[in-house]
């Protein structure tokens, strides 16, 4: 079987739709090695966390080659990648990253990952040009592609109500997270990692891009009359105006500790040296950090509704984070009492959240449309 993947966000991103697509990538290219991996990409970058590439000899990489195509990348991949698929003999393509090539052959299958419509659902919390280009690349992928893959049962709902997708298009299948986030993490790491960032002894933490849907000022709220310091890894938007402000009227300046762009391998032991994981967004496709936080074995707060509950498993718990009473009383709870049996529950329940059936899962739907 070859298989061709739009590996951009593999090469260019370092987070989300990045980690997705570099975990998916090595997890089938090592379970599955009889079969070809080719990787589609604009440019070929230097990013240390595609180098695992190197040593998998079933995986190889294509990029553009006319100077059109190098001189715009957006059109390659867009309308001309699919000549460079079809050359390359694939049986099967699979858009790793909400999209697909606008011209398809059908005779070569195709399977694209939506991870959720938010620009949908919130339409404020983006520019109008970027919504109208999201809307139409999402919904041709969805109504083009041979299979859909959600990454949760949320986005299945949203891609039936917002595209009138039939359900039986879409498979759900669970992400996991990176593999680091599994591994207990020595004391003495967790201690030179601590003393790097200057991290207190005890802290709560939060974790996510710094912007409105994540209701970090929910949680600077709640934990305005709780003495322990929170710290907050997420990179900036606009909306870190508005947490600035909130910090200086609830005079918190001195408890609120901002990291940004923490190499991926510190990340284990900071969360494993949390007391606790609060996650008050409003609204996600999955919430991978409640992921890391349930492997990690520390308790999570997070959000009641929507997708948190498929997430974060029955041992989470879940407030209004608008209810500022609500959210302190149960980050008191978990800061106050035994929470051993609530993170034993909740690490067995991750668990269904693994590498390995996720692979497992999608080799399963290539298998079926090729057979």
Request: contains cysteine.
């Amino acid at each position: 079987m070859r298989i061709g993947f739009d590996a951009k966000r593999a090469y260019y991103n370092n987070t989300g739709l990045g980690n997705y697509s570099r975990d998916l990538i090595k997890g089938l290219a090592d379970k599955y090695r009889e079969d070809e991996y080719i990787l589609f990409t604009p440019k070929h970058t230097n990013n240390p966390r595609i180098a695992f590439t190197n040593y998998f000899p079933n995986i190889s990489s294509r990029s553009p080659k006319s100077f059109l195509d190098k001189s715009f990348k957006s059109y390659w991949r867009t309308m001309n990648m699919e000549k460079d698929i079809i050359s390359n003999k694939i049986d099967l393509f699979h858009g790793l990253s909400q999209e697909i090539p606008r011209r398809r052959n059908y005779k070569i299958k195709y399977v694209v990952t939506i991870h959720d419509l938010i620009f949908l659902r919130f339409p404020e919390t983006y520019k109008r040009v970027d919504r109208t280009i999201y809307n139409k690349k999402f919904k041709y992928a969805s109504e083009n592609s041979d299979t859909i893959v959600a990454i949760s049962n949320q986005t299945k709902s949203d891609l039936i109500n917002f595209y009138n997708i039939e359900p039986d298009k879409i498979k759900v299948v669970y992400q996991s997270c990176h593999d680091q986030f599994k591994r207990i993490v020595p004391e003495n790491e967790c201690d030179s990692v601590r003393e790097k960032y200057r991290l207190p002894t005890n802290y709560l933490l939060c974790v996510g891009t710094i912007e409105k849907r994540k209701n970090l000022v929910a949680l600077l709220e709640a934990a305005s009359n709780i003495d322990i310091p929170i710290v907050v890894i997420g990179n900036h938007t606009d909306y870190f105006i508005e947490v600035r402000q909130k910090i200086a009227q609830l005079n918190m300046k001195k408890r609120v500790i901002f990291l940004n762009n923490i190499p991926f391998e510190d990340l284990p032991s900071i969360y494993q040296g949390a007391q606790v994981f609060c996650y008050p967004s409003v609204f996600e496709g999955f919430g991978i950090p409640i992921i890391e936080a349930l492997y990690s074995k520390i308790p999570v707060i997070t959000t009641k509704g929507g997708v948190f509950s498929e997430t974060g498993g029955e041992d989470s718990i879940y407030v209004d984070p608008f209810n500022k009473e609500e959210f302190e009383n149960q980050i008191n709870h978990v800061l106050s009492s035994d929470q051993s049996q609530r993170v034993k529950k909740g690490y067995d329940f991750v668990q269904k959240f693994s590498t390995e059936n996720h692979v497992k899962e999608i080799r399963s739907i290539y298998n079926e449309l090729l057979t």
